[in-house]
């Protein structure tokens, strides 16, 4: 079983449609939870970075964490074309040295 | 803002060839990695670095190696290129400390004929 599961889509949702991206997680252990963005024929940007369960907001941007179903979620409000890129999230816990990476989500936001 | 640069965009090269890809960043950071990312197997970290001269295999480090003689400079090596590693290299930092967020490179697109 990989320790992060992430559907790989393609997702594809009109614009100003509210987007909800999603991981699962085996490890109970993991404990900072992040989401990065990729657009094409670049590298990730990190979009969000969260500790303990909870929701995050950033603009339109929403991360929630909840612990005890090993799930973590980003929405995206009011979707633009700008928005469309592949997502992905990231975990990790305080004694790791390294982070572990989703395969990614791959996100069209149709005009 | 975090410059993390990688010294090619788009790369060629032959089969049997040492390969080297280049990483700088320019934030002081003493960590840096480097993962290859592959349609439907994400990130995979081949090698890691936590200071100077200092290095550890990540999950994939077979046919790779790494040197760290600066600390802004993270270099990862090919030693005898083979078709399976054509792939898109990226590069990343963080600043001592675990669970720190990683700042990545654009990338190395990496063919090898």
């Known amino acids: 079983q990989k320790e992060v599961e992430q559907d790989p889509g393609p997702l594809s949702v009109p614009e100003g449609a509210i987007v909800s991206l999603n991981c699962t997680y085996s490890?109970?252990?993991?404990?900072?939870f992040m989401w990065y963005r990729q657009y094409s024929r670049k590298g990730p940007e990190l979009l969000m970075y969260?500790?303990?369960?909870g929701n995050k907001e950033d603009g339109r941007f929403t991360a929630q964490v909840d612990k005890s179903s090993k799930y973590i979620s980003l929405f995206i409000r009011d979707s633009q074309p700008s928005d469309s890129a592949t997502y992905l999230c990231?975990?990790?816990?305080?004694?790791?040295?390294?982070?572990?990476f989703g395969s990614g989500t791959r996100l069209s936001i149709r005009p | 803002d975090v410059k993390v640069t990688q010294s090619s965009r788009y790369l060629v090269k032959r089969t049997g060839e040492k390969v080297f890809l280049e990483c700088v960043q320019d934030?002081?950071?003493?960590?840096m990695f480097w993962y290859r990312q592959d349609p439907g197997l994400g990130l995979r970290l081949i090698y890691f670095s936590y200071d100077v001269k200092m290095k550890e295999k990540g999950d994939i480090p077979e046919g790779y190696s790494v040197s760290r003689e600066k600390k802004e400079r993270f270099s990862l090596i090919l030693e005898s290129a083979s078709t399976n590693q054509t792939s898109m290299y990226l590069c990343?930092?963080?600043?001592?400390?675990?669970?720190?967020?990683?700042?990545f490179g654009d990338g190395t697109r990496l063919s090898i004929l």
């Open positions: 490890n109970s252990a993991f404990q900072y």
């Open positions: 990231a975990i990790t816990y305080s004694s790791a040295s390294k982070i572990i």
């Open positions: 990343a930092s963080h600043y001592r400390g675990n669970n720190q967020p990683q700042h």
């Open positions: 934030m002081d950071h003493e960590n």
């Open positions: 969260t500790y303990s369960s």
